[in-house]
T-cell receptor
């Protein structure tokens, strides 16, 4: 009965490959997010979607492309993976995306690029 | 953006009360203060949110002075399972989790 789920949990791949991470939330929330947590544990937002519409797009390389087929899903596709992409990627969701919103995070996907 | 400052790490022993203070000198009038907890290999989890004075729930208390330039997360009688990183977020910074405060609870 997981609120925010991500697949896969671990992803090991070679440089130059293309990979996708999937995220689903069953909370009925309108807003979903992708975060990247680096080795120093800084957690930085990458993208935010509200009702399938992109509302936040931080300075993320074009190789990263989010896709939201419906408001319960937000997938992250990464092209031409680089060593620096190795990190833990978290998906999150919140009710409407306002300042007071509580964000609910998924378990994370640990991406290792060799 | 309201910027927050918290200690990088803290140590405590089981059964003690732990207070983690966060400074946010540039907090805006309509900003709320939110704390999250992150266990190793998990995503952050909401703990508590407040605007002023004191807020208490089953997990923690949040103390906010009148000038709102700081806030203190209070964890009563911590156990080993409270070992985690605690993040303080304010207003528009709600998308920017810094390095947080790593709390290490010892037996």
């Amino acid at each position: 009965d997981t609120a925010v789920s991500q697949t896969p949990k671990y992803l090991v791949t070679q440089m130059g490959n293309d990979k996708s991470i999937k995220c689903e939330q069953n909370l009925g929330h309108d807003t979903m997010y992708w975060y990247k947590q680096d080795s120093k544990k800084f957690l930085k937002i990458m993208f935010s979607y509200n009702n399938k519409e992109l509302i936040i797009n931080e300075t993320v390389p074009n190789r990263f492309s989010p896709k939201s087929p419906d408001k319960a899903h937000l997938n992250l596709h990464i092209n031409s993976l680089e060593l620096g992409d190795s990190a833990v990627y978290f998906c999150a969701s919140s009710q409407v995306g306002t300042r007071r919103d509580t964000q609910y995070f998924g378990p994370g996907t640990r991406l290792t690029v060799l | 953006l309201a910027k927050t400052t918290q200690p990088i790490s803290m140590d405590s022993y089981e059964g003690q009360e732990v207070n983690i203070t966060c400074s946010h000198n540039n907090i805006a009038t309509n900003d709320y203060i939110t704390w999250y907890q992150q266990f190793p290999s998990q995503g952050p989890r909401f703990i508590i949110q407040g605007y002023k004075t004191k807020v208490t729930n089953e997990v923690a208390s949040l103390f906010i002075p009148a000038d709102r330039k700081s806030s203190t997360l209070s964890l009563p009688r911590v156990s080993l399972s409270d070992t985690a990183v605690y993040y303080c977020l304010v207003g528009d910074d709600k998308f920017y989790f810094g390095s947080g405060t790593k709390l290490n609870v010892k037996p």
